[in-house]
């Protein structure tokens, strides 16, 4: 059964750090892009990072750029996102999903990806 599963979320304080995981199971990882995403309340889903299955090539949106760091473990099948200096804006429901092969430039379509994880909370307060 093909599944994206997030974990890592939480509560932190503004400048903190979290690191979320995204664990696939059912395909084999190392053949697709993933991608992250977020979704606060009242707002669209955004797309924040990717990382492409060949040569690894990354994409960040720019709100992130310098914060974030997207990586990929294919054997363990597990994509992570490093998230440092963390601000209130950033608060969010972090979604991981998977796309064909490369992210391209048009990474932050969400209609390009297939299979999504069920999402886990990020919370950037005091």
């Known amino acids: 059964q093909l599944q994206l599963v997030e974990s890592g979320g939480g509560l932190v304080q503004p400048g903190g750090s979290l690191r979320l995981s995204c664990a696939a199971s059912g395909f084999t990882l190392e053949n697709y892009a993933i991608g992250w995403f977020r979704q606060a309340p009242g707002k669209e889903r955004e797309g924040v990072s990717c990382i492409s299955s060949v040569g690894g090539s990354t994409y960040y949106t720019d709100s992130v750029k310098g914060r974030f760091t997207i990586s990929r473990d294919n054997a363990n099948n597990t994509v992570y996102l490093q998230m440092n200096s963390l601000k209130p804006e950033d608060t969010a429901v972090y979604y991981c999903?998977?796309?064909?092969?490369?992210?391209?430039?048009?990474?932050?379509?969400?209609?390009?990806?297939?299979?999504w994880g069920q999402g886990t909370q990020v919370t950037v307060s005091s």
């Open positions: 999903a998977r796309k064909s092969r490369f992210c391209y430039t048009y990474y932050y379509r969400s209609e390009k990806y297939d299979y």
